[in-house]
């Protein structure tokens, strides 16, 4: 089973849609959680970090959910500048750091 | 942009040659982490270093080294290349607080193995 699973999409949705990208982690001890963006050709940007509590930049809304295990990713009001891949990220942390990726879910948004 | 920096951006090898790529953290920071993205997957964790040592490895064989020098810039070599070593390879800088470090990424390096 993998460390961390999303689903790849793609997810196609019009200008001003509201998005939610989901993904799960396997490891209960994983310490920090992310988003990242990444555009084609690109190396991954930090889009934001996830907190028990959720937190909000803008029109996206990250939650972590410790007992099932998953977090979450909400974009509203999609842009055409929001069409991208969605990384999510888990950190295990401790003496001996790892970082876990997804393999990234595809957002496209159309005119 | 991050502040991190790799070269080369592009790279040609064929089976069987070695290959340094090199990498230099964002002012400030002291851990280097290194990963492997192919073609349409998320990137794999290939290992860290902190303070000049290895601080964590994933599933890569030993023929993937690396070094961290005492500025904090690093590298990643590999040995004896397959042609399933194509992809991108990315360098990620933080800072180690003990825990729940932000990582910043840079362009990368796209290396084709022919």
């Known amino acids: 089973r993998k460390e961390v699973e999303q689903d790849p999409g793609p997810f196609n949705v019009p200008e001003g849609a509201t998005v939610a990208f989901n993904c799960t982690y396997s490891?209960?001890?994983?310490?920090?959680f992310f988003w990242y963006r990444q555009d084609c050709r690109k190396e991954p940007k930090l889009l934001m970090s996830?907190?028990?509590s959720g937190n909000e930049d803008g029109r996206f809304t990250a939650q972590l959910n410790r007992a099932s295990q998953y977090i979450s990713l909400l974009i509203r009001d999609s842009k055409l500048s929001d069409s991208a891949t969605y990384l999510c990220v888990v950190n295990k942390g401790g003496n001996f750091n790892k970082f876990y990726f997804g393999s990234g879910t595809k957002l496209n948004v159309k005119p | 942009e991050t502040g991190v920096t790799q070269s080369p951006t592009h790279l040609i090898k064929t089976r069987g040659q070695q290959v340094t790529l090199r990498c230099s953290s964002q002012?400030?920071?002291?851990?280097v982490s290194w990963y492997q993205q192919a073609l349409g997957q998320g990137p794999q964790f290939i290992f860290q270093?902190?303070?000049?040592?290895?601080?964590g490895r994933g599933n890569f064989p030993p023929r993937f080294s690396g070094l961290q020098f005492p500025n904090y810039s690093s590298e990643l070599n590999v040995n004896a290349l397959e042609l399933d070593d194509s992809a991108l390879y990315l360098c990620a800088s933080s800072l180690r607080r003990g825990g729940g470090e932000t990582q910043y990424f840079g362009p990368g390096t796209r290396l084709l193995v022919l």
């Open positions: 490891n209960s001890a994983s310490q920090s």
């Open positions: 996830v907190y028990s």
């Open positions: 270093y902190y303070r000049e040592e290895e601080n």
């Open positions: 002012s400030g920071h002291n851990t």
